[in-house]
């Protein structure tokens, strides 16, 4: 069984940065993991995706540029590097894992375990 929890949001001013980070438990081998938000009254998205095997990354257009996935395997940890924040990426921010990950990385049912999520506010 595979436990994520989220970490390192907060509240910062436009054009801020934050580093979210995903810590696994349990079972941590074999998955990949993205990133998704939900903002209040909005659908959750995918922001980004890592590979398991060869760092494979992909992100939401609306992200791009400004974000970066990475990982740590030894910490069991995959981090979200957040710069030039706006205020349109306001939301409750969710890792997510998978066993396995095909061509649908920013599809919520691709994946099969979720972390309980960490705000991210951001305004001036």
């Known amino acids: 069984q595979l436990h994520l929890v989220e970490s390192g949001g907060g509240s910062v001013q436009p054009g801020g940065s934050l580093r979210l980070s995903c810590y696994a438990s349990?079972?941590?081998?074999?998955?990949?993991v993205g990133w998704f938000r939900q903002a209040p009254g909005m659908e959750r998205e995918a922001v980004s995706y890592?590979?398991?095997?060869?760092?494979?990354?992909a992100y939401a257009d609306f992200v791009k540029g400004r974000f970066t996935i990475s990982r740590d395997d030894a910490k069991n940890t995959v981090y979200l590097q957040m710069d030039s924040l706006k205020p349109e990426d306001t939301a409750t921010y969710y890792c997510?894992?998978?066993?396995?990950?095909?061509?649908?990385?920013?599809?919520?049912?691709?994946?099969?375990?979720w972390g309980q999520g960490t705000q991210v506010t951001v305004s001036s």
């Open positions: 890592i590979s398991y095997h060869r760092d494979i990354t």
């Open positions: 997510a894992a998978s066993g396995y990950i095909g061509s649908n990385w920013n599809f919520k049912s691709e994946y099969d375990y």
């Open positions: 349990g079972l941590t081998d074999y998955y990949a």
